[in-house]
């Protein structure tokens, strides 16, 4: 297994359009995590699954944000009618069970205008 | 949302220097850990602290995690250029979400 694996690595839409990030954690972990990095920050929270289940949301979450682990293997990460404060890296991360160290993968960098 | 305080938030050095950095928090966290960041890239792990007290290696990286779980400092020996980057704490608590700090960049000049 090479690690966490994000797609698309890059991703420019126009302001109201809707997108959807995937992420394919690392195959024994059973735990998985959404994070938001904005220039010249640490990476901030969204949310994160145990297997199938979503498991916590911060606030950051709008209701035009939600993430979806089907089968507790990959996730996907959808924005609805995308806006400008969206521009970020969305990060995703894995763990095993019962353990703190998340291994992240390269992230999705998405750019609205 | 929380994050950590995270010093110095950017250091110039000359290679071979050592560095140190450190990061506080008013809450107690039951993890530390530090990441490193290139541009463009996710945040890769370093090092992992899980007890209060205690001092880790990683080749030329130090961590400790200290006694008051509320702080932890990293320090790099002998720095060389590949160190440039943007160095994060960490710090996890009871359900194994992370709350990171601000960063600190590296500049090492060969």
Request: hydrophobic fraction near 30%.
């Amino acid at each position: 297994d090479t690690g966490v694996s994000q797609d698309p690595r890059h991703k420019i839409t126009k302001r109201g359009q809707n997108v959807t990030f995937r992420c394919d954690p690392i195959s024994e972990h059973n735990r998985l995590y959404w994070y938001r990095q904005t220039l010249g920050q640490g990476p901030e929270f969204l949310t994160y699954f145990q297997n199938e289940a979503q498991l916590e949301k911060s606030r950051l979450l709008s209701d035009r944000f939600s993430a979806e682990r089907p089968k507790g293997s990959f996730s996907t990460l959808e924005i609805q009618r995308t806006e400008q404060g969206d521009s970020a890296m969305y990060l995703c991360a894995s763990s095993l069970p019962l353990e703190t160290e998340a291994f992240f993968g390269q992230g999705t960098r998405l750019t609205v205008v | 949302g929380q994050q950590l305080n995270q010093s110095p938030q950017s250091m110039f050095i000359q290679e071979g220097e050592d560095v140190s950095m450190n990061c506080t928090s008013s809450s107690i966290f039951n993890t530390w850990l530090w990441y490193k960041q290139d541009p463009g890239e996710g945040p890769v792990l370093l090092i992992a602290l899980y007890k209060a007290g205690e001092l880790t290696s990683n080749g030329r990286l130090t961590a400790q995690f200290g006694i008051t779980r509320k702080d932890s400092f990293l320090n790099i020996s002998a720095s060389i250029p590949s160190d440039v980057g943007i160095y994060f704490c960490a710090g996890g608590g009871s359900n194994y979400k992370l709350t990171f700090g601000k960063g600190t960049l590296l500049t090492v000049n060969p």
